[in-house]
């Protein structure tokens, strides 16, 4: 005897409930169509929260970005003083011919241009010449430095320091100008102004 044979035989015996594979006697009930529907219920609403979540996560990335550009605004215009002290005091430096601390003054400042260029392409895109200028400036410290440690120990005042310091009351000029701007601009998504 085929197991298909003993289960219809079976099942005839218990009131013809199965013909062939199909179970004729087991029709849901109420439990079974409650049970669906807040199946289906709990499925909608783990949707709706999918996208309420993707929505907030969009939000948080939004408030990160603008968080992000406002602290770097903040740090770059508390920092950008310090570009001029130290293109002083590569001038007092030159005058007075004295190698370690022109050394110095120009490692300091190849550290905040480089520093302040990368806070200045954080906060706003629309100072890429000041960026390309703070980059080129570091560029032309570190090319000073560079010349400050093959050069003879008589001489500093070269053509690459000359450069260097040029360079940086080049930057430090536009940077004040960018600065300037900056502060009399709002803030991105706020009414207040920098002071």
């Not at 199909?22 to 499925?43: K, S, T």
């Not at 011919?97 to 490692?107: G, M, Q």
């Not at 570091?138 to 560079?146: I, L, S």
Request: aromatic residues 6%; glycine residues 6%.
């Amino acid at each position: 005897m085929t197991p298909l044979a003993s289960l219809t035989d079976m099942t005839a015996a218990e009131g013809q409930c199965v013909s062939g594979w199909i179970d004729h006697c087991n029709i849901p009930g109420w439990f079974d169509w409650i049970a669906g529907l807040l199946g289906a219920a709990g499925l909608i609403f783990a949707i709706v929260q999918l996208c309420r979540s993707s929505n907030a996560l969009q939000a948080a990335r939004d408030s990160y970005e603008k968080t992000r550009s406002t602290l770097a605004l903040n740090q770059m215009l508390l920092n950008h003083g310090e570009l001029e002290a130290h293109s002083i005091a590569l001038d007092h430096v030159l005058q007075v011919v004295d190698r370690e601390p022109a050394y110095v003054a120009l490692k300091q400042f190849s550290k905040r241009a480089s520093e302040l260029a990368a806070l200045l392409e954080i906060a706003t895109k629309e100072h890429a010449q000041t960026v390309a200028g703070l980059k080129s400036a570091a560029r032309a410290a570190d090319k000073g430095v560079e010349w400050l440690i093959q050069a003879p120990p008589s001489r500093i005042n070269a053509l690459f320091v000359d450069k260097a310091a040029t360079e940086m009351r080049r930057v430090v000029t536009d940077m004040e100008g960018t600065i300037t701007t900056l502060r009399s601009s709002p803030m991105p998504d706020s009414k207040r102004r920098i002071s």
